[in-house]
């Protein structure tokens, strides 16, 4: 019985120590994002918005397509930045918590499906900002939480669902100066990540 015991506790201890280093990872990993995001906005200040202007997604123009991997790190000022960054801290570091590798693919996924949405949809207009990378990250965590049904993404999920479910209104059309359309994309690409890369359950191999 003792050492079933301990061999429990010792198996519970390297999940929690597991679990605790991909949370610092995690953390550092989006750190790491926003730290970019506020270097490349102190550039573009001195460049008088250039990047934005020569590297952001305009929606429909096939010769800015590839805007679609800079418009995340690209913004419309300091006061989009900083309303960008807190949301993108917490909802990233709870989107990479579970699985880093996972996490970078849905980042990628993000990323790519939800910029080309926005980029089919949108107005021949520029586009920029992390708010689709945050809007996907809040669809991975609620799809993890469905698809996977692990009890922590559960948890996860039901807590960060009721903490930022005001950020749905960035959904509603007609809002000045806010892409809506970047926010529905981001959202549907974060829960399609949540789908491709939910768990698969183990098939049983019949015995012959």
């Known amino acids: ?22 949370a610092f990872s ?22 008088n918005g250039a990047l934005d202007q020569n ?14 991997l800079f418009t995340p790190f690209l913004h419309a ?11 993108l801290l917490v909802l990233g570091f709870f989107a990479g918590l579970r699985d880093l590798s996972k996490f970078f693919w849905a980042t990628l996924i993000i990323i790519v499906v939800g910029g080309f949405g926005t980029w089919l949809i949108s107005p021949k207009i520029l586009t920029v900002g992390a708010s689709g990378l945050v809007f996907g990250y809040f669809g991975y965590i609620m799809a993890r939480g469905l698809f996977d049904r692990r ?28 892409s809506w359309q970047g926010h529905l994309c981001g959202l549907i690409a974060g829960v399609l990540a949540g789908w491709l890369l939910r768990r698969r359950s183990k098939k049983e191999v019949p015995a012959y």
Not at 5 to 16: N, P, T
Not at 26 to 47: K, P
Not at 55 to 68: M, N, T, V, W
């Open 26 to 47: 995690a953390f550092l990993i989006v750190a790491a994002m926003l730290a970019i995001m506020w270097i490349v906005e102190v550039v573009d200040v001195f460049l």
């Open 55 to 68: 590297l952001a997604l305009r929606g429909g123009d096939p010769d800015r397509l590839f805007g679609i």
């Open 77 to 87: 000022g300091f006061g989009h930045l900083v309303a960008n960054s807190l949301p």
């Open 1 to 22: 019985m003792g050492d079933y015991s301990g061999s429990r506790f010792d198996s519970v201890k390297r999940g929690a120590g597991s679990l605790l280093s991909g």
């Open 151 to 178: 009890l922590l993404d559960l948890v996860i999920a039901v807590g960060v669902g009721i903490a930022y479910w005001g950020i749905l209104a960035g959904l509603l059309p007609n809002q000045p100066g806010i």
